[in-house]
């Protein structure tokens, strides 16, 4: 047997579980394909094939069955080889996912499961039923298996599409660096991008300089460019500035929507974003106030004098020269906490919610409880599995007294020293003499210390 994947020549065509079936009349051989592309030649009777059907009789349920001129040719079995894919966890074999359950089956076909790395075979025993494979019997699930052994050879240009987005893009290519205030438009993006700040990441001249240039506003998924998409950078823009420009109510609309010169209907929202429109890559520099007072440096910065609140959009915020700030409290996120300082007590007194020790604060007070000397750690009491070691000068137990696995088991040669040794009596030595094994645990006074 072997397979073609070229077209073939056949006198009858007919279809069923899950196979074409192409017969030749008078010939020795047929032909059999899964998906119509690549056949598999099959060995069959050499009679004058005339027609051939798939069918369901109650005699032979599932077969093709022949016409050669007006009798019955011959009953062919056949149908598509079950296809399925294991699922491994942990590496066991936890079930297979049969995708094709095959048919045309008269006896269960082997099971075989391959993985050169695996400890323990997985034993199956297929389950069939009318011909087909249903889910299969785990009698060992196997142990050790891959959940991949999949070898993949990669051929690339060299480089991995991966799309940038967020407040940075990294450029090659570069005529020339550029520089804060630049605009940057993206091929195929008529958003126009501000430049804030940009880093050259390789060469050092152009047109080979490769940078890491920071924009205002982010990139975002949908607009993010392919590999070796072009861009322009504007040094030179048409402006327009505005220096204490009082907008009033510019921004809420028409004259009509904002009943001008009446006031503003409620159910009007201020567009700030439309108080200035810049249009073909021009820009507009401006300090402003509105109709209550509010201040704004472009769309970067703004004070509501109403209620205090600053709002910074910025990417970026330098405060070079600083050598202080002082706050009345900073808030992240959506959090009610709100940090009031940053510590450099190394006792935690405070022990506040509001309070950051620093980092010299925390390696203070830690060391002020863990002193580590070499080899030996200094602590008031700690627990080792059952074993408690601390307190005055004793060793015990967490299990209870009685309980099997109690008392304090030391199973090497043990030297007492120092000063009050002669307070180990002789009942330990004659406990482990006379009572060894003989539930010497219960016997033990519970109110003794061994020191």
């Known amino acids: 047997m072997y397979q073609s994947p070229y077209s073939i020549a056949v006198d009858v065509l007919a279809y069923g579980n899950g196979v074409f079936l192409g017969l030749i009349s008078g010939g020795s051989y047929g032909w059999q394909s899964e998906d119509g592309l690549v ?12 027609d051939a059907a798939f069918g369901f009789a109650s005699t032979h349920p599932g077969r093709f069955v022949t016409v050669a001129g007006s009798a019955i040719g011959s009953y062919i079995i056949t149908g598509a080889r079950t296809k399925g894919r294991p699922i491994v966890e942990n590496g066991i074999v936890t079930s297979v996912t049969e995708f094709e359950t095959g048919g045309g089956y008269l006896a269960a076909p082997a099971i075989t499961l391959f993985d050169p790395n695996v400890t323990t075979a997985a034993s199956i025993i297929p389950r069939l039923g009318n011909g087909v494979l249903s889910a299969p019997t785990f009698i060992n699930a196997g142990e050790g298996y891959n959940t991949s052994s999949t070898t993949i050879i990669i051929n690339g240009s060299g480089y991995a599409q991966e799309y940038q987005t967020g407040l940075a893009l990294r450029v090659s290519n570069l005529t020339q660096l550029p520089r804060p205030g630049d605009d940057l438009v993206v091929n195929g993006n008529s958003t126009i991008y501000k430049v804030t700040n ?18 205002s506003p982010d990139m975002s998924v949908a607009l993010s460019p392919d590999h070796a998409t072009s861009l322009i950078i504007r040094e030179r823009y048409s402006q327009c500035r505005l220096t204490n420009h009082d907008f009033l109510n510019i921004g809420f609309g028409t004259e009509r929507q904002s009943g001008y010169p009446n006031p503003v209907p409620e159910e009007t929202t201020l567009q700030s974003q439309n108080q200035t429109i810049e249009n073909n890559y021009g820009r507009v520099f401006y300090t402003s106030t509105d109709q209550d007072g509010n201040f704004k440096v472009g769309s970067l910065f703004g004070v509501e004098q109403a209620t205090g609140i600053v709002t910074l959009s910025a990417s970026q915020f330098g405060l070079t020269g600083l050598e202080t700030l002082t706050l009345g409290g900073i808030a992240v996120g959506g959090s009610s906490v709100v940090i009031t300082q940053f510590s450099t007590d190394a006792t935690f007194v405070a022990n506040s919610d509001t309070i950051i020790p620093t980092q010299k604060a925390v390696k203070s007070y830690l060391t002020a409880r863990l002193s580590q000397g070499g080899s030996n750690t200094f602590t008031g009491n700690t627990t080792a599995g059952s074993v408690t070691i601390g307190g005055p000068n004793q060793i015990g137990s967490t299990i209870p007294v009685g309980t099997p696995g109690y008392g304090v088991y030391m199973l090497n040669r043990v030297s007492f020293t120092g000063l009050e040794t002669g307070m180990v009596d002789g009942d330990m030595p004659a ?21």
């Open 39 to 50: 056949w598999k030649k099959k060995t069959t009777s050499v009679i004058s094939y005339e």
């Open 198 to 215: 940009a880093t050259i990441l390789n060469g050092t001249s152009a047109p080979n300089l490769t940078a890491e240039i920071q924009i």
């Open 431 to 451: 406990f482990d003499f006379f009572l060894r094994g003989k539930g010497f645990e219960r016997l033990v006074d519970p109110n003794r210390i061994i020191r």
